[in-house]
């Protein structure tokens, strides 16, 4: 499963273009992000490349302790902060029992705190089993969902391994919107031998199906996957580039005239609607990651949790805490993030704002003339006191940071 | 130390003329095993050829010798010089000195693939030489021999009686026995006088870090002893010996070498540069009145740029060619500065081979990673107003139009043996090759042709379109016949509209359009889609005679990228940022070395 963004109802993205000066804060003081990773899955999808296993069975009560464990020693390195957002995400954390998902939720707000408006998301499979604790779930706490629905279409949800069918994934969603105040879902497009007009439909079906946020993924064929060990076998043939251009500019125009337009660029929101939690990361504001593999950024340091859910669960009883490796981000590398996330934002940078929290002068992070010379090619753009990578960039974005990315 | 000189009719000097694969190195191991030259255990396969690239490729580059004792079935104990001379065209010279030092040779031919034409060529200068020559008809027990008919073959094309041909299997050690009898009752013993003012040939010399420099001499006339002091005639230099010796392959140091013997000196000489191959050694104090005939200094013919991939392996490539060029005088560098690929040499080597060879010990023995340029010939410019003539060795040095009067360029003989079903091709490759046939005959089932050729189409991937177009059947042999005049004119390579000096080249007018077509269409597949199109053309003057256009770049972006990526992006951005050190930028293009590099590949411009 994808960790994705969904509707946040109190992110206060403010449409950036007309006035930058409110645009989106760079971070607000004390403000935090939660993220909670559960590795399980039922079973590995042949696309899939985060950190998820498939296990015959799970210690519940070990598992949450050891979360409760992980999160207390991110409580003691961070406190005085207040959360903004929580997010589980996978694996597949649709399958915790509600009751520690209600356990970790209870105990992040008694470490932190909540703001008012608080996002709380957890990533979902569509499946009649995991809706039918979706009331559970809600009960919970948690108030956004994402759902990996991942296609409207039974022949390319079995290509993709999904166990779930379109119409159980219907239903599913519609089960979720009844639960939960806010609900996002993933499709996986550009697969081998679609077409613009298939596409074309499945996305007209999909904004027709009224949630608030949708985060469309063109399919990628990651190392270590199954998919890439087809591909390399020429059993498998990605999309070519250029037709996959042709349907990212279509998802831009479908969702754009929906009135869901791309923030980001797999990320497409009613204004307001947007992913509290990922913004934290697009905007380098700092979050604490807890469980196998989890990341976090905080105080200028790096944290990476150990992946492998047993080796997790024995550095948790070693040492109360999963933090695998914990690296001092220069501001060099803290400069270069932000403006390795933040351009991915239909926002943009502000590079004034990271040139003052980094120490490192704006002619060092940004090369001014790629600027000069990408700005003539029409792929970014300076507005104001923000840099932009235009709609036409977008599809170019990683040609152009190396370009635009002055320091590293 | 071992005993003074044998009798010069004891003596039998030969040399072993063969096709690649035809069995010479095995014939030559089972010769020096036979003799005792070397036991079991010290055989390795091959003894001869030293380097790797000899053993793999099957070719000599250094003449070596062996000295075998072999007592003949008439009781007597004679002293055999095995001359294993370089077996490649682009070292004719060395091979001419080679074979001058013998007085007759074995000819090994394949009972199965029958006579090649690179053994003709070795073999007519052998008969230029006056030698004897022995068929020798090699792996007579292979399933396909077909003894008889390489026998007629041989009386046929080479027109030597085969009647007495030895029959041998040198891998399964079939005939060896009758081999050696054929040296000592067949080729004729040296002649010369031992108390004549001493007269030796130079036929070879390489470096060796433990000797110095290694010269391998034929004494003609006297003897040459160790403390001798002793005057190179055409270089003018003065040493003392300090060793002499022969190999069996392993050294063995002598008192003296005799008229008639082959064998090695070291005379304190640090580099090969100051040894000439075909010299003449005398006596300091006693000379001899005459040099040896044949002495020639030998000129590159084929000229490269060798350029690091890393910039900063300069001086290690500028140290790795001095340490090349102390073991090998034949070839020449100069350093050479290319906006495109930075610092580097021009180089010259006697061919294709040769060029190779260095390319290639640069690459494993020195561990360096190179980009080698396109490789031209030397052009002779006839500069306008009588201003003289220009020897033009790089493109990029080429005088504006308007200073020249004519450009010649040097032109070759080839011949060519190919199995008639590829004959056609081949015809039109050097009809396409601005070829002028000058003969053609058939034997059994095969076509010699001679073609006369302009060198810089035969170095323009000509070996690999032959070889491809045959099936790799056909063989090839060359030498040059002087220059000629030729529409010739600089074709230039723009992309983004700004010149690339390393893919500029000189070409037939006639077939620049093909050549610059062909160099757009690759760079168009080479060079990686940017954000803009990038129009890449090829021209002569100002004029385009072909384009082809990289259209712009529409998709890369990474779909999902999320906190746990943040990392994972910035290292990927270093990497990127890495291999942008390895671009050259034209026209604000980014052309990856890699581009280069497969763009001035030899040989697989279809």
């Known amino acids: 499963m994808n960790p994705s963004p969904g509707p946040g109802r109190g992110a206060a993205l403010r449409e950036n273009r007309g006035d930058p000066s409110t645009a989106l804060g760079e971070r607000q003081g004390g403000d935090l992000a939660l993220y909670i990773h559960w590795p399980f899955c039922v079973s590995k999808c042949p696309y899939c490349d985060f950190n998820s296993h498939v296990r015959a069975g799970v210690d519940e009560d070990r598992w949450r302790a050891a979360l409760l464990s992980d999160m207390a020693h991110e409580a003691t390195s961070l406190p005085g902060r207040r959360l903004t957002s ?78 779930h069918g379109v119409a159980e994934g219907l239903a599913a969603l519609e089960t979720a919107q009844a639960a939960f105040a806010r609900v996002n879902f993933d499709l996986i497009y550009a697969l081998p031998g679609q077409s613009l007009a298939a596409w ?18 063109q399919l990628t064929i990651e190392p270590g996957t199954r998919f890439a060990t087809l591909a390399a076998q020429g059993k498998l043939v990605p999309a070519d580039p250029d037709h996959a ?5 279509a998802t831009r125009a479908l969702t754009t005239a929906a009135g869901l337009p791309a923030y980001e660029v797999s990320n497409h929101a009613r204004p307001g609607e947007e992913s509290r939690h990922n913004l934290t990361y697009w905007r380098q504001g700092d979050y604490a990651g807890i469980g196998p593999g989890a990341h976090g950024r905080r105080h200028g340091h790096a944290t990476i949790r150990h992946r492998k859910p047993e080796n997790w669960l024995a550095a948790m009883d070693r040492n109360a805490h999963g933090i695998a490796e914990d690296d001092i981000l220069t501001p060099e590398a803290r ?30 992070l940004v090369d001014a003339a790629a600027v000069a010379r990408l700005e003539t090619l029409g792929l970014v753009a300076q507005r104001r006191d923000r840099l932009i990578v235009t709609e036409a960039g977008m599809l170019l974005l990683d040609a152009i940071l190396p370009q635009v990315v002055a320091i590293g | 130390m071992s005993k003074a000189s044998t009798p010069l009719d004891r003596i039998r000097n030969f040399s072993i003329i063969a096709h690649i694969d035809h069995g010479k190195s095995t014939l030559a191991d089972r010769l020096i095993q036979r003799t005792g030259g070397l036991t079991d255990r010290e055989m390795s396969a091959q003894v001869l050829d030293n380097m790797d690239i ?30 294993d001379t370089p077996g490649h065209v682009d070292f004719a010279y060395e091979v001419s000195r080679s074979l001058a030092a013998c007085e007759g040779a074995l000819l ?46 041989i009386e046929d094309i080479i027109g030597i009686s085969a009647e007495d041909a030895v029959l041998a299997s040198a891998k399964s050690g079939i005939g060896i026995d009758e081999v050696l009898e054929a040296i000592v009752t ?64 392993k050294i063995e140091q002598l008192t003296e070498l005799a008229a008639g013997e082959i064998g090695f000196i070291t005379a304190q000489i640090k580099e090969v540069s100051q040894t000439a191959v075909g010299d003449t050694i005398t006596d300091a104090k006693k000379p001899t009145a005459e040099a040896l005939p044949g002495f020639k200094t030998v000129q590159p013919v084929v000229f490269c740029g060798l350029f690091p991939v890393d910039a900063a392996d300069f001086e290690k490539l500028r140290d790795s060619l001095y340490k090349l060029r102390l073991n090998d005088a034949s070839f020449s560098f100069e350093a050479e500065s290319s906006a495109a690929l930075g610092f580097g040499f021009r180089c010259g080597f006697l061919g294709l081979l040769h060029l190779e060879i260095i390319q290639e010990r640069l690459t494993r023995e020195y561990d360096l990673d190179l980009i080698t340029t396109a490789p031209s010939v030397v052009y002779k410019i006839q500069l306008a107003h009588g201003k003289g003539e220009l020897d033009l060795h790089n493109p990029a040095d080429m005088p504006d139009v308007m200073q020249i009067a004519s450009i010649d360029e040097p032109w070759i003989e080839a011949t060519i043996y190919v199995p008639d079903e590829y004959l056609g091709s081949l015809l039109k490759l050097c009809q396409d090759r601005r070829g002028i046939q000058k003969n053609l005959t058939y034997v059994s089932g095969r076509a010699q042709i001679t073609y006369e050729l302009p060198l810089n189409e035969v170095v323009f991937d000509f070996y690999d379109r032959l070889k491809s177009i045959s099936r790799g059947y056909a063989s090839f042999d060359y030498h040059q016949i002087g220059y000629r005049e030729g529409d010739l004119v600089k074709m230039s390579i723009m992309v983004n509209a700004e010149p690339v ?19 757009c269409e690759r760079l168009k597949d080479l060079i990686p889609r940017h954000l803009f199109k990038i129009p890449v053309q090829a021209a002569i003057g100002g004029k385009v005679i072909a384009r082809e256009t990289i259209a712009a770049m529409r998709k890369d972006v990474t779909a999902k990228c999320y906190g746990g990526d943040a990392s994972r992006k910035r290292k990927l951005l270093d990497k990127q940022k890495e291999g942008k050190k390895r671009m050259r930028e034209y026209g604000s293009v980014q052309i990856p070395q890699e581009a280069f590099i497969a763009a001035l590949r030899m040989g697989d411009e279809g």
């Not at chain 1, 390795?340 to 004034?352: K, V």
């Not at chain 2, 000096?501 to 160099?519: C, F, N, P, Y």
């Open chain 1, 335 to 364: 400069a270069t993030e932000a403006l390795l996330m933040g351009l991915r934002l239909a926002e943009g940078i502000d590079p004034a704002a990271i040139a003052a929290r980094t120490g490192i002068a704006t002619a060092r």
């Open chain 2, 108 to 153: 090994v031919v394949d009972a199965a693939q029958g006579v090649e034409a690179q053994t003709l060529a070795n073999v007519y200068q052998s008969i230029e030489h006056d030698h004897e020559i022995v068929p020798v008809i090699n792996k007579i027990d292979l399933p396909a021999a077909e003894p008889d008919k390489v026998k007629k073959e």
């Open chain 2, 54 to 83: 000899e053993k793999e490729r099957g070719i000599t580059i250094k003449a070596q010798t062996v000295r075998l004792n072999y007592r003949a079935k008439d009781g007597l104990d004679y002293e055999l010089s095995l001359m």
């Open chain 1, 245 to 249: 251009a042709d349907l990212f500019e």
């Open chain 1, 86 to 163: 929580i997010f589980f995400g996978g694996g597949t954390p649709s399958l915790m029992p509600p009751a520690t998902v209600a356990a970790l939720i209870a105990a992040a707000e008694r470490h932190w705190g909540f703001a008012p408006d608080i996002e709380i998301t957890l990533e979902a499979n569509p499946s009649s089993v995991e809706a039918a604790r979706f009331a559970d779930l809600g009960a919970a706490g948690i108030n956004r969902v994402s759902l990996g629905l991942q296609s409207l279409d039974d022949d390319a949800l079995a290509f993709l391994g999904r166990a």
């Open chain 1, 200 to 217: 074309q439909a499945m996305l007209t079906h999909a904004i027709g199906l009224g949630t608030g946020h949708l985060s469309l993924y």
């Open chain 2, 186 to 249: 067949r080729i004729p013993p040296p002649k010369g006088d031992r108390e004549a003012p001493l007269k030796a040939m130079l036929v070879d010399s390489w470096y060796d870090p433990y000797l110095g420099v290694v010269i391998l001499v034929r004494v003609v006339e006297g003897v040459l002893r160790k403390g001798q002091e002793i005057k190179f005639m055409a270089t003018g230099t003065r040493h003392l010996v300090d060793r002499v010796g022969c190999m069996r392959p």
């Open chain 2, 501 to 519: 000096d390393a893919l500029s080249m000189i070409v037939h007018r006639s077939t620049a359009e093909t050549r610059g077509r062909g160099m």
